[in-house]
């Protein structure tokens, strides 16, 4: 078929190389450039979504793990294991039972992973690792395994293997409308395609609204904010933030501290920016763990997370994805980055 597909993040992108090696003919419609918004400003981590299992969200989870391992076994030059450290203290809204029992539940479900399972560590040897945190009321902790990988880079490197098998990328080319019948306009004309796959993340339901198409869904758009700091990261953390049970990121990037995420709503229109207090708010989380750095900002970015509206608190919001079909047009909301080659096999058996 001559499939034309709107988005050129990762989901679009892997949709795209998986269509073209089934033999359709595929076109890659980008108003910027490939990659270039929130595919590229993630936490940089393959991960099966340890949290998420507090969701009851197990099939997501399953599935995202065993892509956490194909990713790494398919790009070992931009996608590695990491092992992360979660410390357990005295005032953790978690108990050490707790974690132990949803480790112990994410490497059951991960199978024959190829990375090493969990394992509980002391709070001597957490300290042993690491001599900036805070030692103050830990009783111990726990490390586990997740993958971390350059988004951005990673994103590039499918859309050169889409690219090989003939798919066409066209970027700068904003998509006006798209209709039913497998018309897609830009600003350039317009363009007949026998399916067209709107995979515009946070944009997908503005341009089937902008296209009169209607579809009974909603998006909840987050957006997650990050710091890097020029404080080198010992080991990688999973950390609860402060009097809170939501939890927060500080991952070892390029030699510095990668700090995230945040979640605030916010609307389409708005600038997708870290703000003063989205920055205040992580830097206070930091000091708390590691109270005698003094963290240097380096870098801010944003991305806009297309989450599907599951729950009020956007914490406890679904990371699945739905998949809704108008005719010869196939919309596809929510979803994770890790994920995205098991999106594109779901899609392309709606093709």
Same mark, same amino acid.
């Given at each position: 078929?001559?499939?034309?597909?709107?988005?050129?993040?990762?989901?679009?992108?892997?949709?795209?190389?998986?269509?073209?090696?089934?033999?359709?003919?595929?076109t890659?419609?980008?108003?910027?450039?490939?990659?270039?918004?929130?595919?590229?400003?993630?936490?940089?981590?393959?991960?099966?979504?340890?949290?998420?299992?507090?969701?009851?969200? /197990?099939?997501?989870?399953?599935?995202?793990?065993?892509?956490?391992?194909?990713?790494?076994?398919?790009?070992?030059?931009?996608?590695?294991?990491?092992?992360?450290?979660?410390?357990?203290?005295?005032?953790?809204?978690?108990?050490?039972w707790?974690?132990?029992?949803?480790? /112990?539940?994410?490497?059951?479900?991960?199978?024959?992973?190829?990375?090493?399972?969990?394992?509980?560590?002391?709070?001597?040897?957490?300290?042993?690792?690491?001599?900036?945190?805070?030692p103050?009321?830990?009783?111990?902790?726990?490390? /586990?395994?997740?993958?971390?990988?350059?988004?951005?880079?990673?994103?590039?490197?499918?859309?050169?293997?889409?690219?090989?098998?003939?798919?066409?990328?066209?970027?700068?080319?904003?998509?006006?409308?798209?209709?039913?019948?497998?018309?897609?306009?830009?600003?350039?004309?317009?363009?007949? @395609?026998?399916?067209?796959?709107?995979?515009?993340?946070p944009?997908?339901?503005? *341009?089937l609204?902008?296209?009169?198409?209607?579809?009974?869904?909603?998006?909840?758009?987050?957006?997650?904010? @990050?710091?890097?700091?020029?404080?080198?990261?010992?080991?990688?953390?999973?950390?609860?933030?402060?009097?809170?049970?939501?939890?927060? /990121?500080?991952?070892?990037?390029?030699?510095?501290?990668?700090?995230?995420?945040?979640?605030?709503?916010?609307?389409l229109?708005?600038?997708?920016?870290?703000?003063?207090?989205?920055?205040?708010?992580?830097?206070?989380?930091?000091? @708390?763990?590691?109270?005698?750095?003094?963290?240097?900002?380096?870098?801010?970015?944003?991305? *806009?997370?297309?989450?599907?509206?599951?729950?009020?608190?956007?914490n406890?919001?679904?990371?699945?994805?739905?998949? @809704?079909?108008?005719?010869n047009?196939?919309?596809? *909301?929510?979803?994770?980055?890790?994920?995205?080659?098991?999106?594109?096999?779901?899609?392309?058996?709606?093709?």
């Open positions: 078929m001559d499939i034309g597909i709107v988005g050129g993040g990762i989901n679009g992108l892997c949709t795209a190389w998986l269509l073209a090696e089934q033999g359709h003919q595929v890659v419609y980008e108003r910027g450039a490939v990659m270039g918004a929130t595919s590229g400003v993630s936490s940089k981590l393959l991960h099966g979504g340890l949290r998420y299992l507090e969701n009851g969200e /197990f099939r997501l989870v399953r599935e995202a793990l065993r892509e956490r391992d194909a990713w790494i076994t398919r790009a070992p030059q931009l996608a590695k294991p990491l092992r992360i450290t979660m410390p357990i203290y005295r005032t953790s809204r978690r108990s050490a707790m974690v132990a029992a949803g480790l /112990f539940l994410y490497d059951h479900m991960a199978g024959k992973s190829l990375l090493p399972k969990a394992k509980r560590l002391t709070a001597a040897e957490i300290c042993t690792r690491d001599t900036t945190l805070n103050e009321g830990l009783l111990g902790g726990f490390e /586990f395994s997740d993958g971390q990988m350059d988004d951005r880079a990673l994103g590039l490197w499918v859309a050169q293997q889409a690219g090989a098998l003939g798919v066409c990328l066209e970027e700068q080319t904003e998509v006006l409308g798209v209709q039913a019948d497998g018309t897609i306009t830009t600003v350039e004309g317009t363009s007949r @395609h026998d399916r067209v796959l709107n995979i515009a993340g944009w997908a339901i503005a *341009l609204d902008q296209s009169g198409i209607p579809i009974p869904y909603r998006l909840d758009l987050v957006r997650g904010s @990050h710091l890097l700091l020029q404080q080198p990261c010992e080991q990688a953390y999973l950390l609860e933030a402060p009097k809170e049970r939501r939890i927060f /990121f500080v991952l070892p990037w390029k030699g510095g501290s990668l700090l995230g995420t945040t979640e605030v709503r916010q609307l229109n708005e600038p997708i920016t870290c703000t003063e207090e989205e920055e205040a708010y992580l830097l206070h989380a930091y000091r @708390h763990y590691f109270p005698a750095s003094e963290p240097l900002v380096t870098e801010r970015f944003a991305g *806009l997370r297309p989450l599907l509206y599951s729950a009020q608190d956007p406890k919001a679904t990371r699945e994805y739905a998949i @809704h079909r108008t005719e047009l196939i919309t596809v *909301l929510g979803g994770k980055w890790t994920t995205a080659m098991a999106l594109a096999r779901t899609v392309s058996q709606r093709i």
